[in-house]
Structures are given as structure tokens and as C-alpha cells.
């Protein structure tokens, strides 16, 4: 029978350690930043805007969402990476009316952040 040297079994206790730190230690954060937005009247806080036009976009054209706020007033949009954008928002109402808001959101990495935008 073989008997295993001293400086085999380093080595390979070296190795299995090394190999577990870089399997189990290269862990990927999620940088993904979710923002939500809720559309409200100025006049009345309590009452939301559905189906009103979203943008949420710097002052270059690189990182752009836009869409439409659902029934409960809401937009959400789930960004790739952290920022501070600016977020515009409005709505035409017939026959000839607009409302209009904008504000400015904070995208923090791993997290989910709310804004609350008012329009007159």
C-alpha cells in the first residue's frame, strides 16, 4: 500500500481550498435597481392618474424607459445599474388639456425604489 507524503496532502488541502474559496467567494451582487412610480394629482393627493406617459431617462439617450402608468397610477421599470434620472411625466386629457409632472429618482443597486410624481 501507498502512504500519501505530508507535502501531498498540503497540496491537495491547498487546492480544495482554494478551489471552494473561488467557487463559493465569486458571488455575483445584483446590481439590479427596480423603480416604481406613482402618478398623483397635486391638487388632490389621494387621487391617482392611470394611463399616464412615463420617461425615466438621464439628459442622454443611453438609459431611456417609457411606457404607460397602469389603472393603480404605477410604472415600473427594472434598470441594470445604479443612477439618478429624471423622470417626466404627463398625460392629455380631452378636448384640449394637459397635465404635466416631473421629479427625479435615485436608483440604488439591489433595491427597489419608490417616487411619487404629482402633476397639474
Same mark, same amino acid.
Given at each position: 500500500?501507498?502512504?500519501?507524503? $505530508?507535502?501531498? #496532502?498540503?497540496? #491537495?488541502?491547498?487546492?480544495?481550498? !482554494?478551489?471552494?474559496?473561488?467557487?463559493?467567494?465569486?458571488? %455575483? @451582487?445584483?446590481?439590479?435597481?427596480?423603480?416604481?412610480?406613482?402618478?398623483? &394629482?397635486?391638487?388632490?393627493?389621494?387621487?391617482?392618474?392611470? &394611463?399616464?406617459? =412615463? !420617461? $425615466?431617462?438621464?439628459?442622454?439617450?443611453? =438609459?431611456?424607459?417609457?411606457?404607460?402608468?397602469?389603472?393603480? /397610477?404605477?410604472?415600473?421599470?427594472?434598470? %441594470?445599474?445604479? /443612477?439618478?434620472?429624471? !423622470?417626466? =411625466? &404627463?398625460?392629455? $386629457?380631452?378636448? @384640449?388639456?394637459?397635465?404635466? /409632472?416631473? /421629479?427625479?429618482?435615485? #436608483?440604488?443597486?439591489?433595491?427597489?425604489?419608490?417616487?411619487?410624481?404629482?402633476?397639474?
Amino acid at each position: 500500500m501507498k502512504k500519501i507524503s $505530508i507535502k501531498s #496532502l498540503i497540496t #491537495l488541502v491547498f487546492v480544495v481550498s !482554494i478551489s471552494g474559496i473561488v467557487f463559493f467567494g465569486c458571488k %455575483k @451582487d445584483n446590481t439590479d435597481c427596480t423603480a416604481i412610480v406613482t402618478v398623483k &394629482y397635486l391638487n388632490d393627493t389621494m387621487q391617482i392618474l392611470p &394611463y399616464a406617459d =412615463v !420617461i $425615466i431617462a438621464p439628459n442622454y439617450p443611453d =438609459v431611456r424607459a417609457q411606457g404607460k402608468s397602469d389603472a393603480t /397610477g404605477t410604472f415600473q421599470y427594472v434598470f %441594470k445599474y445604479e /443612477g439618478i434620472l429624471d !423622470i417626466q =411625466v &404627463y398625460k392629455i $386629457i380631452p378636448p @384640449d388639456d394637459t397635465v404635466r /409632472g416631473t /421629479g427625479v429618482i435615485r #436608483l440604488k443597486p439591489g433595491e427597489t425604489v419608490s417616487k411619487t410624481v404629482f402633476v397639474q
